[in-house]
RNA sequence: GCCGAAGUGGCGGAAUAGGCAGACGCGCACGACUCAAAAUCGUGUUCCCUCCGGGAAUGAGGGUUCGAUUCCCUCCUUCGGCACCA
C-alpha cells in the first residue's frame, strides 16, 4: 500500500527500460504519502484563513451553497458525493478570479436527537453538539475550502434567536396564523407533518416510513398558499428542468370557473336574486369546475361528507342513510378512502339543486370520491365526460346528458360505455351548441372561455383557479426544535413574544420526552408560564416547536453573519454576497426545503426585509450513491462505505477525485470499491512523473535525449486543448470528463517524456498547467508538488486559472475519414484549413477508394467540413 | 392513469448545431520484472464469421437523411414526482 515504508516502494521503482532513467531514488520525499501531507496543508490553509471570504469590492462575487446536513454522527459517502465535487468547483471559481464564499453549517434540530435521548438517556443538545464535534472534524478531512468563521448552527440560540423573530415577523404581517383543521399526524414520530412530508400512495412519513392519520388540531401555519402563483415562476434562475416541474405538479394549478347552484330545499325558500359572492348562505352551493363548457352535462350533484351543508340539505326521509355513510366514512382512514381502485360509494340526501343554465332540476349525492380538501367540498357531476362520474351514474342510475361529442359520433347517454373527455362540439347546450371545445385547458379552450364569459355576464359563476398546494404547517409535537415565541392569554388570546425576549430559550433541565403526542415542553413545571405582552396577564407559552425545515428556509442568510446580534443577516454582508450564485444538494427536497425556502424569500421580499424574488440563481443536484446491488445504503443493511476507511487508505484527494470520476455527478451510480484503485494509481502517476528530480532523459549511450518540435508543438496543444475541455467540464458540472481528461493528458506527458520534453519551456508550462487543473480536485497533492516539490509561491490555491490558447490548441492537420455508402473506407489527412475542393479532391485520390468506386463517377460527394467526406455511387 | 428523466461492451461511462460509436477508467487475459507474490510497466479486450478480410451493433420497430446514439413517430423497460384534485 501507499503507507509502506519508503525502502520497499523504492526498491520496487521500476523503470528498467531506460537504464538512465530518473536521477537518485534515494531522496524521502519521493514517496508518496498523502496521509503525512494532507493534514499538514489543511493546518497550514485554515491557520493562514485562505479561504476566509470577506467582502472585496475589487473582485466579482461568487456564493456558493451546498445543503447543510443534519449532524447524524458520521459523515458518509453521500456527504463527500454532495460536498467535495461543489468545492471543486468553488475552488475552480476561485482560480477564475471570482472571490467565493463557500460556507458550512449544521441543520441541527430535528427528531433523532430526541430518539437518542430516550435510548441513551442523554440531553438532545448533548448528543447534537458532540456529533457536531466529530463531523467537523470529518469535514476538515476533505480539504475543502469551508469558511468555517461563517459556520451557522441551527440550535444555536444566536441562530434560533432570529428563526424566532421571522415568525413573529411572519405573523404580523398576517403569513402565519392558526387553526383548527385535519392535519396530518405521524402515529410513530408523535407529530404533526405539512403536507410536503407525507410520501407516496401510502401516504406515509417522509421521515420514518409510516403511514399518516388524521388529526383534528389547532397548528400554526404559513400562509404559501398566498404565492402559488409567484412559485410556479421560474423565468431568470437556472433550475433542473425537473425540481421545476416537480414543483409545477405540487402546486397544482387549475384553471377552471366557480359556479353557484341553487338547492331546492323543504327547508327553504330559495331566493333568485343570490348573488355570486353570497357563497355563505346555504341555499346556494358553489362548485368548482375545470369544465364550465360541459355544465349543461351536470346532471347530478356529489358533496362531500364533511361539507357543512349536507345535514342541512338532507331530507327526513334519507337522513339516517346519510348519517350512517357519514359515520362510515368518518372512520376510514385516507388510504382506504383516497385508493383509486375502490368502488364508488354514496348515498342520495333527498335534496336537489337546480343546474343554473338550463333550471334543470338535479338530484344532490353524498359520496367520499369528493374531498373536502379541494375546492368547494362539492361538485357538480358530469358523466358524460368525466370518469369517475361516470361511474358513479352508472352504479346508482343516474342520468347522463353528452354536451360534447366528435364530428360525426352521436353519444348516446344511454348506451355509451365510458365517458367521452376529449375535444368535440358542444351539443344539448342551448345557444352553445356548435361552439367547439378543444383539449386546451382553462382560457385557451375557447368553448370554456365562452361558457365563462357566460356565467360571469348571467352572475351565475366566475373564472377561479384552485390548487392542490397547501399552506404550510409549521408546528411540531416535538422538544428538539425552535419553541414558536408565541404566549396565550385568555384576555388577549395569542401575541408574539416581545423582540427583546427573543430567544425564547429550549430549557436544560428537562428529563422527560417520551413521545406523547404533545410537545415535552408541556411537561416542563414552569417553562410554559409566562405573562401576557399586551396586558401582563398570566399567559400560557406555546408548547410546540417548529418544522426545522423552517430554520433551513433562511441558512443561506445567516452565514452571512452568523455572529450578528442586532439582525437575522447584516446588510452590508447582503448586499454584497446575495443571490446565492450556485446551489448544489440532493434532488429529494424538490418539494420540500427547495420549494420552502423559495416561499421564504418571497415573503421576506414582501416584508422589506429582503430583495428579490429568488434566494438562489443556479441550482444543480448531485445523484445518489448506492449500494452495489442498486439498493439504497443505510445502517441497517451494512451495507454503508465509510468514507474515514477510504481516505485513511487512499487519502482523501484520491476519494475526491473518484467521486467525481466514477459516476456521472448529476445521476449517481451504484458503488464499486475496486474502481478507485484507477484514481489511485493517476494519483501515483502524477507523484511519481512530477517529483521526478532528473527534467531529462538520456539514451543508453548516455546521450541527452531532446525532443523534436513536433513533439514540444504536440504537446502544449494538448495541455490547452485540455484546460479548454476543464474549464468547459468544470463549468457545466461534468466532473467525471474532468477527470479522463486529466488521465488522457498524463499520458501524453508521459509519451511526451520518453521523446525527450522533460525540462523544455512546453514541458514546464504543461506541469504548471496541469496542477492548476488539479489543484480543484486534488488540492493537497497539488499544493504539496507545486509548493514542495517544484518550489513555486505558495499558494497554488490562490494561483489564477490559465488561459486557453486557441492557436496552440489548434490542430495543424487533421485526419478525415471518407465514406463510400454509409461506410468507412479510408482516411485523409489534410491541412486544417483545406478548402472544400482540396478536401474532395484529396479523398477521390485515394487508392482504396477509387478501389471502391470500380472506374464509376460518384454520383454524389458530400464534404461535411473538418469532419468528413461521404461518397455516393 | 398523468408529468418528468433515462436506456450505449462484463461494469461505471465517453461521443449529440446529425459526421470515425465505445474516449477515460474498472474488470479480465497475456507478457516483462520477481525465487515468489504485491506493486509497477507493456500488449490486448463490443459481438459474430470462412479471422486475409468482412459483417452486425447504441432498449424494440418504423421514418427523415448521402449519413442517426443524436431529429420525428409507435412501443417496451427502469427510476423519480403526482394521483378519485372535480
Request: net charge neutral; with cysteine; hydrophobic share 35%.
Amino acid at each position: 500500500m501507499v503507507t509502506k515504508p519508503v525502502s520497499k516502494a523504492r526498491k520496487s521503482a521500476p523503470v528498467k527500460r531506460k537504464p538512465t532513467e530518473v536521477g537518485t531514488t534515494k531522496d524521502k520525499d519521493k514517496s508518496f504519502s498523502p496521509q503525512a501531507f494532507e493534514p499538514k496543508w489543511q493546518k497550514k490553509w485554515e491557520a493562514d484563513k485562505l479561504y476566509r471570504a470577506v467582502i472585496d469590492n475589487s473582485k466579482p462575487k461568487h456564493y456558493a451553497l451546498t445543503m447543510l446536513p443534519y449532524p447524524s454522527g458520521d459523515l458518509h459517502i453521500g456527504h463527500w458525493y454532495a460536498m467535495t465535487p461543489s468545492d471543486a468547483r468553488a475552488r475552480f471559481k476561485r482560480m477564475q478570479g471570482y472571490n467565493v464564499m463557500f460556507p458550512m453549517g449544521f441543520d441541527a434540530f430535528g427528531l433523532p436527537a430526541e430518539g437518542a435521548a430516550i435510548k441513551h438517556n442523554i440531553h438532545p443538545k448533548k448528543w447534537t453538539y458532540a456529533n457536531i464535534e466529530r463531523m467537523r472534524t470529518q469535514m476538515r478531512s476533505m480539504g475543502a475550502m469551508f469558511d468555517w468563521e461563517r459556520e451557522a448552527v441551527s440550535s444555536d440560540p444566536e441562530y434560533y434567536k432570529w428563526t424566532q423573530w421571522f415568525f413573529i415577523q411572519l405573523y404580523k404581517h398576517g403569513l402565519a396564523y392558526r387553526k383548527k383543521q385535519a392535519v396530518d399526524w405521524c402515529p410513530k414520530d408523535n407529530t404533526t407533518l405539512a403536507r410536503e412530508q407525507v410520501k407516496g400512495e401510502d401516504r406515509v412519513c417522509d421521515r420514518c416510513g409510516t403511514p399518516v392519520i388524521k388529526k383534528e388540531l389547532d397548528q400554526w401555519f404559513f400562509k404559501a398558499t398566498k404565492y402559488a402563483d409567484e412559485l410556479l415562476r421560474f423565468e431568470g434562475i437556472d433550475w433542473p428542468e425537473f425540481i421545476k416541474t416537480s414543483q409545477t405538479n405540487w402546486i397544482g394549478r387549475s384553471e377552471g370557473a366557480s359556479v353557484n347552484f341553487r338547492v331546492e330545499s323543504n327547508q327553504s325558500t330559495v331566493d333568485s336574486d343570490q348573488s355570486v359572492q353570497n357563497t355563505d348562505d346555504w341555499s346556494l352551493i358553489t362548485v368548482f369546475t375545470t369544465r364550465p363548457d360541459t355544465l349543461w352535462g351536470a346532471t347530478f350533484m356529489v358533496m362531500s361528507p364533511e361539507h357543512p351543508l349536507v345535514d342541512k340539505i338532507t331530507t327526513a326521509e334519507n337522513a339516517e342513510a346519510v348519517r350512517v355513510y357519514k359515520a362510515e366514512a368518518e372512520k376510514q382512514t385516507d388510504i382506504q378512502r383516497e385508493a383509486k381502485d375502490k368502488e364508488k360509494t354514496g348515498v342520495f340526501t333527498g335534496g336537489y339543486a337546480i343546474n343554473p343554465v338550463n333550471e334543470e332540476r338535479i338530484p344532490i349525492w353524498v359520496a367520499d370520491y369528493v374531498l373536502m380538501s379541494y375546492g368547494t367540498g362539492a361538485i357538480m357531476a358530469v358523466p358524460a365526460h368525466d370518469e369517475r362520474d361516470f361511474e358513479f351514474a352508472r352504479k346508482f342510475g343516474l342520468k347522463i346528458t353528452p354536451v360534447i361529442q366528435a364530428d360525426g359520433m352521436e353519444l348516446n347517454g344511454e348506451t355509451m360505455t365510458e365517458a367521452y373527455a376529449h375535444d368535440g362540439v358542444m351539443i344539448n347546450s342551448g345557444a352553445f351548441n356548435g361552439t367547439r371545445a378543444t383539449n386546451d385547458k382553462g382560457m385557451k379552450n375557447p368553448a370554456i372561455k365562452a361558457v365563462i364569459e357566460y356565467l360571469e355576464q348571467k352572475g351565475i359563476g366566475k373564472r377561479d383557479v384552485n390548487y392542490r398546494y397547501r399552506d404550510w404547517l409549521i408546528s411540531r409535537q416535538r422538544f428538539w426544535g425552535a419553541p414558536i415565541p408565541m404566549v396565550y392569554c385568555e384576555t388577549h388570546g395569542w401575541n408574539p413574544v416581545a423582540d427583546d425576549q427573543l430567544p425564547v430559550l429550549l430549557p436544560d433541565d428537562i428529563t422527560e420526552w417520551k413521545p406523547t403526542g404533545e410537545s415535552p415542553l408541556k411537561f416542563h413545571p414552569t417553562w410554559k408560564n409566562a405573562t401576557c405582552p399586551i396586558g401582563g396577564e398570566p399567559a400560557v407559552r406555546e408548547t410546540d416547536t417548529m418544522d426545522t425545515f423552517m430554520c433551513s428556509s433562511w441558512y443561506h442568510l445567516r452565514y452571512l453573519s452568523p455572529h450578528d446580534d442586532n439582525a437575522p443577516f447584516d446588510d452590508a454582508e447582503y448586499n454584497y454576497w446575495m443571490p446565492v450564485d450556485t446551489y448544489t444538494g440532493g434532488s429529494e427536497h424538490a418539494n420540500m426545503h427547495l420549494l420552502y425556502f423559495r416561499f421564504f424569500h418571497k415573503a421576506l421580499r414582501d416584508m422589506g426585509i429582503t430583495e428579490g424574488g429568488e434566494p438562489v440563481m443556479q441550482l444543480r443536484n448531485q445523484g445518489m450513491v448506492l449500494a452495489k446491488d442498486n439498493s439504497k445504503m443505510s445502517k441497517s443493511k451494512g451495507n454503508v462505505i465509510a468514507p474515514d476507511v477510504l481516505v485513511k487508505k487512499y487519502g482523501a484527494d484520491t476519494v475526491r477525485a473518484y467521486l467525481m470520476f466514477f459516476a456521472r455527478w448529476q445521476q449517481g451510480a451504484p458503488w464499486d470499491s475496486h474502481g478507485i484503485e484507477g484514481t489511485a494509481r493517476w494519483m501515483r502517476r502524477v507523484w511519481t512523473l512530477f517529483t521526478d528530480p532528473s527534467t531529462a532523459l538520456r539514451s543508453a549511450q548516455g546521450e541527452l535525449i531532446t525532443a523534436s518540435a513536433d513533439v514540444k508543438k504536440n504537446l502544449r496543444r494538448r495541455v490547452h486543448q485540455t484546460l479548454k475541455r476543464v474549464t468547459h467540464d468544470f463549468e457545466n458540472f461534468e466532473f467525471n470528463t474532468i477527470i479522463s481528461s486529466l488521465m488522457e493528458l498524463l499520458n501524453e506527458m508521459y509519451k511526451a517524456r520518453e521523446a525527450g520534453a522533460a525540462g523544455t519551456p512546453e514541458w514546464n508550462e504543461a506541469v504548471e498547467i496541469y496542477l492548476k487543473m488539479m489543484a480543484p480536485i486534488a488540492p493537497h497533492i497539488a499544493e504539496e508538488l507545486w509548493t514542495n516539490h517544484l518550489g513555486k509561491p505558495y499558494s497554488i490555491h490562490q494561483q489564477k486559472w490559465p488561459q486557453v490558447d486557441e492557436a496552440a490548441a489548434r490542430e495543424d492537420s487533421i485526419e478525415i475519414p471518407v465514406q463510400v455508402n454509409g461506410k468507412v473506407r479510408d482516411r485523409i489527412v489534410v491541412a486544417v484549413d483545406a478548402s472544400e475542393d482540396e478536401i474532395r479532391k484529396a479523398a477521390l485520390a485515394s487508392e482504396v477508394i477509387q478501389k471502391y468506386l470500380e472506374g464509376k463517377e460518384p454520383r454524389k460527394v458530400i464534404v461535411a467540413h473538418g469532419k468528413l467526406v461521404s461518397v455516393v455511387v
